[in-house]
């Protein structure tokens, strides 16, 4: 079955539950038992419940996998996935990776003596140059945030592998829905389901999907032995928000061609991040590796801190805020917001400068974005 089809039906049999179309919200935390040991598959709600059975069914199927653990946020994922590794063990991180993710790597995993190493993964080069003999992992993050910055999957897994490193891929941004990093050679694929997945800005969630039964064994090892579940309400809404996945993606995608259009034509706008762009640097290999280029956009304008303050404030349809992926349209200002702790020769030197504006875009009536985006642009 294609996509949009397993999107709505994998997962689930509304014959297990009396017909019932869409999975019941089971809010049990224990399980009766006729015996020790003798129950119908599920015994406390940590290590599972049918709800999130439902839910891990539909991830593994729409991300081309055969499992998947579904965790109560992206970075309860992350931590799962990172436990795989040991003290003295190496791992090769994508140098622009979501804040989060390089916190708990730097700050938390590092003092229990697990080594990493920053690169740029668009450069193949930079790659190959960090393996070490005790390299275990290569953590990817592809489209990346706010630069948008495309690694070559193929390309990085197949030299992980060659290496005997397995690959993860925080696919966040593209959703499996525009990019499936298991199909290009991925070993596991995370998500933060809070973004598209679930779509409505209305729960936090994460997944980790992969192929391999052993790794999963030990992901979901991680799952029941660290605790970081979802709840029965949760997973039914973020199994609700992938029905309607593909046809929030392609709005989504329509819209932001449309906005990208306005900007090129827009004099204060300086520089437009966008993979669909020819002039970005890695067009190349996100045509390649995407079906469309998704509705992450980031621009400059020819303005101070001060200035981008005013763009992105008191907008009338856009909705100031960190976060992606909801049906509605998000802006956000990295100098004054997200990266605001980066001292600004830092944040200059890593691309981020003052005049830079992020925007999720959602799917309103791309005229009544585009009206609202002009008025910010020209109020300073
Ligand atoms: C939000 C986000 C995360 C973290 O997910 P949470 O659900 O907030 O824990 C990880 N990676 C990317 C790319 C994100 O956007």
């Known amino acids: 079955m294609h996509f949009e ?74 931590d799962s996935i990172i436990k795989l590794l040991s003290a003295g063990d190496h791992c090769i991180v994508a140098d622009d990776v979501y804040g989060g993710t390089f916190r708990i790597f730097d700050k938390t995993f590092k003092r229990f003596g697990i080594e990493f190493s920053f690169v740029d993964t668009t450069r193949l080069e930079n790659v190959r140059a960090a393996f070490k003999p005790n390299t275990k992992m290569l953590f990817l993050e592809t489209p990346s945030n706010p ?68 790794l999963h064994q030990q992901i979901a090892f991680n799952q029941n032995a660290s605790g970081a579940v979802p709840g029965g309400l949760d997973c039914y809404l973020v199994h609700r928000g992938i029905k309607t996945l593909g046809v929030r993606v392609e709005k989504s995608c329509d819209n932001a061609e449309q906005v990208v259009s306005f900007l090129l034509e827009h004099k204060r706008v300086t520089k437009i991040f966008y993979p669909a762009l020819e002039q970005h640097v890695n067009h190349d290999v996100a045509a390649r590796q995407m079906r469309r280029f998704g509705a992450m956009i980031s621009f400059e304008i020819d303005g101070s801190v001060a200035d981008g303050v005013k763009v992105v404030s008191d ?43 992020r925007l999720s875009v959602g799917i309103e009536d791309p005229r009544d974005l585009i009206e609202d985006l002009k008025n910010g642009l020209e109020s300073y």
């Open 5 to 78: 089809t397993r999107a709505i039906h994998a997962g689930y049999d509304p014959f297990d539950h009396f017909g019932a179309v869409n999975p019941p919200v089971f809010l049990s935390s224990t399980f009766a038992q006729s015996a020790p040991g003798k129950h119908q598959g599920f015994e406390y709600a940590r290590s599972g419940n049918p709800t999130r059975k439902a839910l891990e069914g539909v991830l593994a199927s729409i991300e081309g996998g055969e499992h998947a653990c579904a965790f109560s946020s992206g970075l309860g994922a992350t």
């Open 147 to 214: 630069l948008l910055k495309v690694s070559d999957i193929a390309a990085l897994t197949a030299l992980a592998r060659e290496k005997k490193a397995i690959t993860v891929v925080d696919n966040t941004f593209a959703t499996p829905y525009l990019q499936r990093p298991l199909e290009l050679g991925a070993d596991i694929v995370m998500h933060s389901c809070t973004k598209y997945l679930g779509g409505h800005s209305d729960v936090v969630m994460g997944a980790a999907i992969t192929r391999d039964e052993k």
């Open 315 to 357: 907008r009338k349809v856009w909705t100031l805020g960190e976060s992606l992926g909801g049906v509605e349209s998000l802006l956000e200002h990295p100098a004054s917001m997200t990266h605001a702790s980066i001292p600004k020769e830092m944040r200059a030197k890593a691309g981020l400068n003052d005049g830079l504006i």
